[in-house]
């Protein structure tokens, strides 16, 4: 092997070692998930009134007591599990 093809080899061997080098090392950035109702785990029980809006209809649900009615739907009653899950939900989206 001639002088020209050992450089030529060395420094594809450096490039090769800085690329894994540089691949292997830990991403130091935190990806922090951002809530979009941050204060609303200390007043979830308080909430007595949702808005749900679509670009075509809108639903207004209410909590009388302990129970949840679509006050757009003539007090039609709302599982309070689904309505649990969608206020934890806007608690801690998934995106």
């Known amino acids: 092997m001639n002088t020209k093809n050992l450089t030529v080899l060395a420094i594809f061997t450096i490039i090769i070692v800085?690329?894994?080098?540089?691949?292997t090392q830990p991403n130091d950035i935190s990806h922090e998930q951002k809530k979009f109702f941050p204060?609303?785990?200390s007043i979830i029980n308080e909430v007595t009134e949702i808005n749900i809006q679509t670009k075509d209809?809108?639903?207004?649900?209410?909590?009388?007591?302990?129970?949840?009615?679509?006050?757009?739907k003539h007090n039609?009653?709302?599982?309070?599990?689904?309505?649990?899950?969608l206020l934890l939900g806007a608690m801690n989206p998934l995106y």
């Open 18 to 23: 800085i690329a894994a080098v540089v691949l």
């Open 39 to 41: 204060n609303l785990a």
């Open 57 to 72: 209809n809108t639903i207004t649900l209410v909590r009388n007591d302990k129970q949840w009615f679509a006050k757009d």
């Open 76 to 85: 039609y009653p709302i599982d309070m599990a689904k309505v649990n899950k």
